[in-house]
């Protein structure tokens, strides 16, 4: 089955500055690459998402690459607040089933 | 609209018995999805539910086993509860209609977090 490597683990940065999380997947047959926010006490959330027909989205701050070649994908953050310390997760979709990275603790420090 | 609701919160078991969670979806949501979240661990895959039919099975025991009602609600058992089981198990609905091959955006409940001791 599919297997999502998520890095790093744990992630602080300071206010402003930007935050990099990778993610690394095992299934070719994957084309759907969503990332989720979780904040404390709180089911996660789409923040963005990308498919294998696309290479990089953007969304105001955010931003998501995709190396499909590699097998990797990656969550931008620039200019970070502190509303952004949450745990995030990158996800690889195959047909049979959405498969979370183990997620990334990131702290802005103000 | 109301998002996703999950009950009971919080339970706390012993080692041995069994456990029933409930999650009701969006309106007009027709795939449930179940996932378990351990520290460290992520969120891991359950099961899948699209009209009252379970579609996609995760790498977990028997003891784990779901099911879902003509009005998309859901309900997960685990019997014989481990030590081990203690976590957040959380329910997602989605839009994800028959023929689509992703699942589009999951929409998350809070969660139901069990401590089994």
């Known amino acids: 089955g599919e297997n999502v490597e998520q890095h790093p683990s744990t992630l602080s940065v300071q206010e402003g500055d930007s935050a990099v999380i990778k993610c690394t997947y095992s299934d070719s047959a994957s084309n759907y690459f969503p990332w989720y926010k979780q904040e404390l006490g709180k089911g996660p959330q789409l923040i963005i998402d990308?498919?294998?027909?696309?290479g990089e989205k953007k969304d105001q701050r955010i931003a998501v690459t995709l190396n499909k070649t590699a097998k990797h994908f990656s969550l931008h953050i620039t200019e970070t607040q502190p509303e952004d310390s949450a745990v995030y997760f990158c996800?690889?979709?195959?047909?049979?089933?959405?498969?979370f990275g183990s997620g990334t603790q990131l702290t802005v420090l103000p | 609209k109301a998002g996703v609701t999950q009950t009971p919160r919080y339970l706390i078991k012993t080692r041995g018995q069994q456990v029933t969670l409930s999650c009701s979806p969006i309106?007009?949501?027709?795939?449930v999805s179940w996932y378990q979240q351990t520290p460290g661990q992520g969120l891991q895959f359950l099961f899948e539910?699209?009209?009252?039919?379970?579609?996609n099975k995760g790498n977990f025991p028997g003891r784990f086993s779901g099911r879902q009602f003509s009005n998309s609600r859901s309900e997960m058992n685990v019997s014989t509860l481990e030590l081990g089981d203690s976590a957040l198990y959380l329910c997602?609905?989605?839009?994800?209609?028959?023929?689509?091959?992703?699942?589009?955006?999951?929409?998350f409940g809070e969660g139901s977090r069990l401590t089994v001791l």
């Open positions: 996800a690889a979709q195959t047909p049979r089933q959405l498969t």
């Open positions: 990308i498919r294998s027909n696309v």
């Open positions: 309106s007009g949501h027709r795939s």
């Open positions: 539910y699209f009209s009252e039919t379970q579609r």
């Open positions: 997602a609905s989605s839009f994800r209609d028959r023929g689509l091959v992703d699942t589009g955006e999951l929409f």
